[in-house]
């Protein structure tokens, strides 16, 4: 069974920097799209940013277009979310979600595995 855990997460300041990790067993990673969303309070949790199997296709939500940028290390199993130029509103739970395919997708219902969740809060 998948299991991905998620680590990096913490206090930041607007304009800081952080990295998310997540760190997925098994042994189809390599071939499947993997996504981190976030969840603010009493909101609902939505798509930020995807990557698929090779790491040649990415996909990002507008609001962190150009500040976040996702990667992925096939050989450690482990996907990053590097989170540049902090707002306060990116704070939120951030997850870590495999999908059963390699396909892009925004909808947090096609994935089929997801981490624990990390909290980030950015302060202004």
């Known amino acids: 069974q998948v299991q991905l855990v998620e680590s990096g997460g913490g206090l930041a300041q607007a304009g800081d920097s952080l990295r998310l990790s997540c760190a997925a067993s098994?042994?189809?990673?390599?071939?499947?799209?993997m996504a981190w969303f976030r969840q603010a309070p009493g909101k609902e949790r939505v798509f930020v940013a995807g990557i698929s199997g090779s790491g040649d296709i990415t996909d990002y939500a507008n609001s962190v277009k150009g500040r976040f940028a996702i990667s992925r290390d096939n050989a450690k199993n482990t996907v990053y979310l590097q989170m540049n130029s902090l707002k306060p509103e990116d704070t939120a739970v951030y997850y870590c979600?495999?999908?059963?395919?390699?396909?892009?997708?925004?909808?947090?219902?096609?994935?089929?595995?997801w981490g624990q969740g990390t909290q980030v809060t950015v302060s202004s």
């Open positions: 098994g042994r189809t990673f390599r071939s499947v799209f």
């Open positions: 979600a495999q999908d059963r395919w390699n396909r892009n997708s925004r909808s947090s219902s096609l994935y089929t595995t």
